[in-house]
């Protein structure tokens, strides 16, 4: 069964994303980050910050207003899935955005939700921060 899922999982090219039909440039804010250490639990901290997705430029643009290249992105529909299609950004810092569409035919929002998981070395192993996304105006 679970080969047959994997198997039914499809990736449209980067020309088919979704979320360009709203725009190309995208604003994520967040209002927590959870950081998972080494050999402490994951905690969450009351953290607000925003992000940018630029994809004319091909770029995210973090927090602190430094610019992270896109390695790739894409689309990603799964048979059977609630969720209709989903759109991973991967950056050249091997950090991911994973985003998903409130509505997927945009009648009532044009807003996604989804999550940037951020590897670490040290200490400090994974930083996730949930996201809430929408075209910038």
Sequence with gaps: MAAALL???TTASAGDNPMWRSGLTWTCAFTSVI????????????????????????????????DHPIK??????????????EVKIELATNEVVWLSPVDEAGTFSDSWIGVMLSP???VIVQELRPLICGPKK
């Design 72 to 85: 790739r992105h894409y689309v990603q529909t799964v048979a059977g899935s609630p969720i209709g299609s």
């Design 35 to 66: 950081r998972c250490e080494r050999l402490i639990d994951c905690k969450s901290s009351g953290e607000i910050g925003e992000i940018a997705v630029d994809y004319s430029e091909n770029r995210l643009i973090d927090e602190a207003g430094n």
């Design 120 to 122: 670490k070395a040290g």
């Design 7 to 9: 198997l039914a999982a």
